[in-house]
């Protein structure tokens, strides 16, 4: 028998099989969910924020740890420096972010086309993926997340949460945003010829300010 031909008689007895009722199709369903520590993958570490940069790290992205939300600035002006960029970014319209002392950069609020760098704000961080969650918004245009080619975003270690299922958890009955990012590495892509390209669809490079303060 040809390898078609196999195929096509596992399809034909397969379509003889009684199928299960609905209920018991639910059931089982259900039964995945009662114990998801028997099916989750252990994490990258002992902590959530150790998992978190692990994760960050093995994906290609960069990481700053720094100990409060006024150290951001500070943060960004290093990165900037260490890749030989100017002392100006996009800068998302975060009330958070807004408050910051920006002295010696040059923060502006047009995104263009071009843009080589941009700073915005992650609601989460799943640890699991090395993850960031950005939701749409009045202060967050989607395609902050999309134009620069450094894409700078600040995420709080009290945001961070272990497993994708936990951020859906936190979607229920609230309200859903009209778009949800969820960011993991910098933009790549193998369509073209299974070779390798950086920046395909949004910024090459992916930094993250992970603030540790809690408060």
């Known amino acids: 028998m040809t390898a078609r031909g196999g195929i096509l008689a596992a399809i034909r007895k ?32 002992a902590t959530l924020p150790d998992a978190f940069a692990a994760k960050v790290g093995a994906l290609g992205s960069t990481i700053d740890r720094v100990g409060a939300m006024a150290e951001v600035p500070q943060a960004v002006r290093r990165y900037l420096e260490s890749r030989g960029l100017p002392a100006s970014v996009a800068l998302q319209s975060a009330p958070e972010l807004e408050a910051l002392d920006w002295t010696g950069l040059s923060p502006h609020a047009t995104l263009a086309p071009d843009e080589p760098a941009a700073v915005g704000l992650a609601l989460w961080g799943i640890a699991e993926s090395g ?7 009045a202060h967050a245009p989607i395609l902050l997340s999309f134009l620069p080619l450094h894409h700078i975003v600040m995420v709080r270690e009290s945001t961070l949460l272990p497993y994708l299922e936990d951020y859906a958890a936190r979607l229920a009955g609230s309200a859903v945003p009209r778009n949800a990012i969820l960011i993991t590495g910098p933009s ?18 992916l930094h993250i300010i992970f603030v540790t303060d809690t408060g």
């Open 14 to 45: 397969g379509l003889g099989t009684p199928r299960q009722a609905p209920e018991a199709i639910a059931t089982e369903a259900s039964a995945l969910l009662d114990a998801p520590d028997t099916t989750r993958p252990r994490l990258a570490a």
């Open 131 to 137: 993850s960031l969650v950005v939701h749409s918004g």
């Open 188 to 205: 790549g892509t193998t369509d073209i010829e299974g070779s390798y390209v950086c920046g395909a669809h949004g910024p090459s490079f």
